[in-house]
């Protein structure tokens, strides 16, 4: 069984002196800086349920009633609950496309050998650090122009699918698996598709949580490649669409906000209930 | 490092001997497990990575395109735009990724440290911003960095300063880009670096005490050597990040329309690849950035290899 690390809550270190003060004095150093650090999202809360004539007002207002009146003006102007509903279905099928995919692959270089595994496996590493800049040129030129698939759902979810995140994720989660399980099953007579969906696939669940989080969230997320293909109303996505209205001569601040809430109150609240999920994605890379 | 993801048995083993039978593997198997995914990647990352250098030696600016091998890269030589561009990427990214890097170790050393009190609100606090998207926060940081009635403006008048005109004037526009970046990507570093932290065995600290050494020199003997790799790490990403910054220039300051704007190669690669479709030698720049990004990378690791601090 795959498990996700657990943020270590204590940690016995020798108390340095004085430790009852130590403690008062890092509270309070960095009870300033949490709050700075929280401020943004806090104002965003605050101006999405004003109206832009409060916004800009000279002292802090209070919390108005305006938010559901800003997710109005955001829904005319903008078309944002559609691309709202465009984003929540493409990051869910981008997800799970993307999980099989990658699985199917982790499992490969976690549980056989093959002949090119090691060149195969520096590619894939190599994704990581090579600036997503270098393919987007002809990505877009072969789904835009060639091909003709702008404004599909298509162009928005495919391309982005060469991720290599999840095999090497999964890679790591399928490697911790005893042999003797998937040896067993052999001996049974089960074929190796079987093996894979009705016994590894179930073991590493924790690890498709946390992948299948970091995966939606990407795509929830991501501005440039739907800012290039997702140009009609009906295929942008929210950022697309939120990031539209900036460019408008008289921009609706209120409306901006509301939407920026929109979309990012859902995921904060996935983010304090799921954390160490969203600590095992990011910290795959890392510590190895 | 030790693994912390998942207990670490990477490669598979052969079939174990004397079981009976021998268990029959076709050797078409992993590749047959490979293979979906390997389309996709062939199709959408290893030939767009070719492509993308060929194209970078191709005059994309006539119909149809001729192979040129020089004019592309010629042009990058004697591009002003492109040179201001170059600038203002590296300036942000010599200022912020430092700033961004002390300041998440310093967070992820006070989030491991059993002195500090409420330690899920402040966890909170400092990694929220990891879920936010580039244009939420960035539409959120052009509000509040208004020169006439922003937020922080507000705040700066209020205790006496005078305002500043973030979204305008190109220093301070280069602020506000890194205050965004820091404000958004501090806390994923501090995630990292904290996942370093806790694999460091803390009976070390427990004998450098016994031994007498101080918090300090804990810090700058046993911490700091042991937590290079995930720094260095951390560093890589951040520089390749930064060196493509998109969105916050382009949603925060006026990189969209020609107005005032802090142009950087994120955006300046977009106007040419995107705007102006000059494929060619948007080419050529997304291969000096990555070059950029290489070098820089593999600097990072020699330079961690190296010096045992």
Do not use: C
């Not at chain 2, 005490?209 to 700058?220: K, L, N, Q, T, V």
């Amino acid at each position: 069984m795959t498990t996700l690390p657990e943020m270590r809550t204590t940690f016995a270190r020798p108390a340095g002196g004085s430790g009852r003060w130590g403690s008062i004095l890092l509270t309070a150093v960095m009870t300033p800086l949490a709050l700075l650090w929280l401020a943004p999202l806090a104002l965003m809360l605050l101006f999405a349920t004003l109206p832009d004539s409060s916004i800009f007002s000279p002292t802090l207002p209070a919390p108005g009633t305006h938010f559901f009146a800003n997710v109005a003006a955001l829904a005319g102007s903008a078309n944002f609950l559609r691309a709202l509903g465009n984003s929540v279905m493409i990051g869910l099928i981008y997800t799970v496309l993307s999980v099989l995919l990658t699985s199917m692959a982790g499992y490969a270089f976690a549980r056989f050998e093959f002949v090119g595994k090691n060149v195969l496996f520096s590619l894939l590493v190599a994704t990581l650090t090579v600036p997503y800049a270098v393919v987007v040129i002809p990505q877009y030129i072969l789904i835009a122009r060639e091909l003709g698939l702008s404004n599909t759902w298509v162009a928005l979810i495919v391309p982005p699918l060469f991720n290599s995140l999840g095999v090497l994720f999964m890679r790591q989660s399928f490697g911790g698996l005893p042999q003797e399980l998937l040896d067993a099953a052999r001996v049974d007579g089960a074929g190796e598709w079987r093996i894979f969906f009705t016994i590894a696939m179930p073991l590493v669940r924790p690890a498709i949580a946390a992948l299948s989080i970091i995966l939606f969230l990407a795509s929830w997320n991501s501005y440039l490649w739907p800012l290039l293909v997702g140009t009609t109303p009906g295929a942008r996505t929210a950022p697309v669409a939120l990031g539209s209205l900036i460019g408008l001569n008289v921009v609706p601040w209120g409306a901006l906000m509301a939407g920026a809430t929109l979309m990012t109150l859902p995921m904060v609240v996935v983010f304090v209930f799921l954390q160490r999920y969203f600590v095992a994605g990011i910290t795959a890379g890392a510590v190895k | 490092m030790a693994a912390t993801i998942s207990p670490s048995v990477t490669t598979s083993r052969p079939a174990r001997a004397g079981r009976g039978k021998p268990i029959d593997r076709q050797w078409s198997v992993p590749y047959r497990f490979l293979l979906p995914y390997l389309i996709v990647f062939a199709i959408f990352w290893l030939w767009p990575l070719i492509d993308s250098f060929l194209l970078s030696f191709q005059n994309t600016r006539v119909n149809p395109w001729t192979v040129d091998v020089a004019v592309n890269w010629r042009r990058l030589w004697v591009d002003q735009a492109f040179h201001a561009a170059l600038r203002n990427t590296l300036i942000v990214l010599v200022l912020q990724v430092p700033i961004m890097l002390a300041l998440a170790t310093a967070i992820a050393l006070a989030l491991d440290s059993p002195k500090l009190a409420a330690r899920p609100l402040f966890r909170f606090a400092f990694f929220a911003p990891i879920v936010v998207s580039d244009v939420a926060y960035s539409v959120v940081f052009r509000l509040l960095f208004n020169g006439q009635y922003g937020a922080v403006n507000q705040a700066l008048t209020a205790i006496g300063l005078p305002a500043l005109d973030w979204l305008h004037d190109p220093t301070w526009m280069m602020a506000t880009i890194i205050i965004a970046v820091t404000w958004r990507w501090t806390g994923y570093n501090a995630i990292i670096i904290l996942a370093g932290l806790q694999t460091i065995p803390k009976d070390l600290y427990e004998a450098a005490a016994i031994d007498g050494a101080g918090a300090w020199r804990r810090f700058r003997h046993i911490t700091l050597p042991l937590l290079k790799p995930v720094i260095v790490f951390a560093l890589v990403l951040s520089v390749i990040g930064t060196m493509q910054l998109f969105t916050e220039p382009w949603l925060i300051t006026d990189a969209q329309s020609s107005g005032v704007s802090i142009e950087m190669l994120g955006t300046y690669l977009f106007k040419q690849g995107f705007r102006n479709l000059n494929f060619g030698y948007a080419s050529a720049i997304a291969y000096t950035i990555a070059a950029m990004a290489a070098a820089m990378a593999a600097f990072n690791l020699l330079l961690a290899r190296r010096s045992p601090t």
